[in-house]
């Protein structure tokens, strides 16, 4: 049995008061839609359709550039009349046989488990439902059913309901599943004869129940999977609660939190056990901790790997962005270090405060502890990068690489002018501005001699 899915994302999105379309606004760092197409990607649908209508080209050109080669399919909506009118619009797309599941873009955590499940329900032949019970309903479509309380007789919009019908507390999600050839007859019958003046796709409930069609209802697992967002007040709340969901899911693992309210993850991270992160972190991207790891207060980790038993001190900035960062064992980073993408640090690698490194490697126990910069480097075993140190690698219109050997000794506030090799165990003396290459286990000095002259008086203040 074939099937289509339609996800509804044409609407302006009015009480979000942003020039951004709605279903771009980002819940854990993906746009709300994105989170809705990943999900409903899994299902192997033959056809995966997007309604766009407010913002189209832009909210087209991010899902394209976020799945890229991934089998979609947009139909505009202009103008927008509606959530009954947008599926019409998917009408001319869409086969005459199998089953349509709709979904709002603006619900961004529904579940593929409980998508399925509504498929199930639909079996093919029935108009299958996701609702649930909710303390506070307001605004929500109100599922009326009969005086059994067994058959669903029609959607209400809040706005159109009575006042006893606004007392149901059983609201529809947005969420359906119905054969495609019925659901294409019922869309040629709406009509827009309600309190919004809209088509309401809703309306096809009462059509079911006049062709005999029965109406079945499923319930998702969990709440926040059908909390939809309409302003950024409920933004923000289903922030939370996703980050809650995503906390408790580590702590089950063994992962200590020091506070499960100020962690943010946008993305994936897996850890190793006992790792340890303090209050107001935030991971992006792909992160990946080891057994042991360590992370200080208020660090921000994106795209990076780090290996077992490392601490990553308070502050410190981690941005891996499409080449990476890695970490090996037992290292030592921060306080308010900064490492940028293509940074390979190898084991027992020390970086301290105000310490910037950039696609460059550090081979085991290199140390640059004060602040430097390592740009486009490659440093070898247990070098020391003194305080102030650093690599001069654009000379305006290129990039170039300095070579450190191993056991070099950098001196504080030296210049090290790429492309430039120090040999292994050189040292350099403080101050220095390195131009040429230096042999291995020389002592290069590039400074201005130091000169002492006795009895120097200092100027004096002319008396007028
Ligand atoms: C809709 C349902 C309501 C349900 C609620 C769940 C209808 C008539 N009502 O109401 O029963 O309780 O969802 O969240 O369906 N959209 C378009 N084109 C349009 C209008 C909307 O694509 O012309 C899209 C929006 O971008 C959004 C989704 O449809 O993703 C829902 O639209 P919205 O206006 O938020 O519907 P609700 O009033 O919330
Ligand atoms: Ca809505």
Known sequence: MSLSIVIMAAGKGTRMKSSLPKVLHKLAGRPMLAHVIGTTATLQAQQQVVITGH???????????????????????EPQLGTGHAVQQAV??????????????????????????????????????????????????????????????????????????????????????APTAKLKQWLARLDNK???????????????????VSVVAAQPRDEVEVLGVNSP??????????QRAQANR???QGVRLADPARFDL??????????????????????????????????????ARIGKGTVIHPFTHIDGDTQGVTVGEGALIGPFAR??????????????????????????????????????????????????????????ANKHRTVIGADVHVGS?????????????????????ITKDVPAGDLAVARGKQVALSGWKRPQKIKR
């Open 233 to 242: 007040l409920q933004l923000a709340d289903l922030e939370r609660r996703f």
């Open 55 to 77: 913002g189209a080209e832009h909210v087209e050109t991010s899902m394209q550039a976020a799945f890229a080669g991934a089998p979609m399919q947009f139909v505009r909506q």
């Open 266 to 303: 946008r993305g994936s991270l897996q850890c190793g056990a006992d790792v340890d992160i303090d209050v107001n972190c935030v991971f992006e991207g792909s992160v990946t901790l080891g057994d042991g790891v360590q992370i200080g207060a208020n660090c921000v980790i994106r795209n």
């Open 250 to 252: 580590l702590m089950e």
């Open 339 to 396: 490492l940028r993408p293509g940074a390979q640090l190898g084991d027992e690698v020390h970086i301290g405060n105000f310490v910037e490194v950039k696609n460059s490697t550090m081979a085991k126990g290199a140390k640059a502890n004060h602040l430097a910069y390592l740009g486009d480097a490659t440093v070898g075993e247990r070098v020391n990068y003194g305080a102030g140190a650093i690599t001069a690698n654009y000379d305006g």
């Open 92 to 177: 001319p797309v869409l086969p005459n046989d199998g089953v349509t599941l709709i979904l709002n873009g603006d619900t961004p955590l529904i579940e593929a488990s409980t998508a399925q499940a509504l498929i199930n329900a639909c079996a093919g032949q029935h108009l299958a439902l996701l609702t649930i019970d909710l303390p506070d309903p307001t605004g929500y479509g109100r599922i009326v059913r009969d005086a059994s309380g067994q058959n669903v007789l029609a959607i209400v919009e809040h706005k159109d309901a009575t006042e006893a019908q606004r007392a149901i507390r059983e609201v529809y999600t947005g969420v359906m599943a």
């Open 413 to 433: 506030n030296c210049v090290l002018v790429a492309p430039v090799t120090l040999g292994e165990g050189a040292t350099i003396g403080g101050g220095s501005t």
């Open 194 to 212: 309600n309190a919004q003046g809209e088509y309401y796709l809703t309306d096809v409930v009462a059509f079911a129940q006049q062709d005999g």
